[in-house]
């Protein structure tokens, strides 16, 4: 397995159909709603399940209340990371401790409706082998949420191999077979979106209308999506890399041009001392074109140093299993849970 530090897989218990993973950061006001609507769900399905909420390092009551209902949850499995390590890596974390025939990733503020897996499972019995779950409208999104997302999957979709379906946030369906292909990718950088994409299956796709979060407030700050953003484009595109090669062949083309203009001109008028105002903006110009690409190689040259100091993607400080085999509780000397 991928870069897990910690016990991610006991064998003791038997497989689920259904693994829901849950990535928490300071949810502490979102987990009474969300387990009483996900235990709703899962007693209407009457299949086994398993839900596995990442505490990504909660500085809030999250992982407390977690342990807590737990108590009474046997289906809950924690993952306790050691830090905050981002959505991304708390959901590697989960996708890498499923152990569902069909694993979905789920918003701890409800903003997925649990709802849906029951149609996701339908389809997926049908032999779709991913069953994705977009937003049919971006109402409860700000006009620039919605004008940036706009811009980022019509660059992505561009310049990338892959196609991101549109509105499609992690919530989806994965078969076994979809999980599996996706924790065998070694990159540490990990923008799931364009993972899912890029290991393919068969797919289809679903519509929600998206409700406002339940609770609390969203962890995805503008400066913070940007560089999600950059992880995306980077991760599945050296266009940006390669794009410069033809800027520099276009301005050395022109430079060429205006040499010769100048040369001649030179020639037939005599020397012509004026002439600041056109050095300084081209100096400034070509200068601004060099940085530019410097900055679109350091992009790149830092993603490959992230990589190939192949940390792992996260730590885990302890798994919470609903059994009384639990290593981390028995430790503490907590009761185990029934
Ligand atoms: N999240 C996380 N680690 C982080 C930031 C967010 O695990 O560093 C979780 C968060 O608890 C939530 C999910 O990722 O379950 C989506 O976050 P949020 O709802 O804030 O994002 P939004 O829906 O606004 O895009
Ligand atoms: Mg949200």
Not at 66 to 90: H, P, V, W, Y
Not at 154 to 174: A, C, H, Q, S, W
Not at 243 to 248: A, D, F, H, K, L
Request: proline share 6%; with cysteine; aromatic share 8%.
């Amino acid at each position: 397995m991928l870069a897990a530090i910690g016990p991610l897989q006991p064998t003791s218990m038997p497989a689920p159909l259904l693994s829901l993973v849950i990535p928490m950061r300071n949810e502490a006001e979102c987990i009474a709603g969300l387990c009483d609507r996900l235990e709703a769900i899962i007693a209407d399905l009457d299949e086994p399940c398993e839900v596995i909420c990442v505490n990504d390092g909660s500085t809030d009551a999250t992982l407390t209340l977690l342990l807590e209902r737990q108590k009474t949850m046997s289906c809950l499995r924690i993952i306790d990371l050691s830090r905050n390590f981002g959505k991304e890596a708390a959901l590697t974390a989960g996708l890498e401790a499923a152990r569902g025939a069909c694993v979905v990733p789920l918003d701890a503020d409800l903003q997925d409706p649990p709802e849906l897996v029951g149609a996701m499972l339908e389809k997926w019995r049908e032999g779709f082998e991913v069953v994705n779950a977009a937003r049919s409208e971006r109402r409860t999104d700000t006009a620039m949420k919605r004008l940036t997302a706009a811009l980022f999957y019509y660059v992505t979709n561009k310049i990338t191999d892959i196609e991101i379906p549109k509105n499609v946030g992690d919530f989806r369906l994965m078969d076994r077979k979809v999980v599996d292909a996706i924790c065998a990718l070694p990159e540490r950088t990990r923008f799931n979106k364009g993972l899912f994409a890029w290991v393919g299956f068969r797919q289809t796709t679903l519509t929600y209308v998206r409700p406002p979060r339940a609770a609390g407030e969203t962890k995805w700050k503008y400066w913070r999506l940007w560089n999600f953003a950059l992880d995306g484009i980077t991760s599945f595109s050296s266009i940006p890399l390669r794009i410069w090669s033809y800027v520099g062949a276009a301005a050395a083309s022109l430079s060429m041009i205006y040499a010769v203009a100048v040369v001649l001109r030179t020639l037939i008028f005599g020397i012509d001392v004026p002439g600041y105002a056109s050095l300084i903006v081209t100096v400034m110009f070509f200068n601004g074109l060099t940085m530019l690409s410097l900055g679109a190689i350091g992009e790149y040259l830092s993603r490959i140093f992230i990589e190939t100091k192949q940390r792992p993607i996260y730590i885990v400080r302890a798994l919470h299993e609903p059994s009384g085999e639990d290593p981390a509780a028995l430790a503490s000397g907590e009761e185990a849970a029934p």
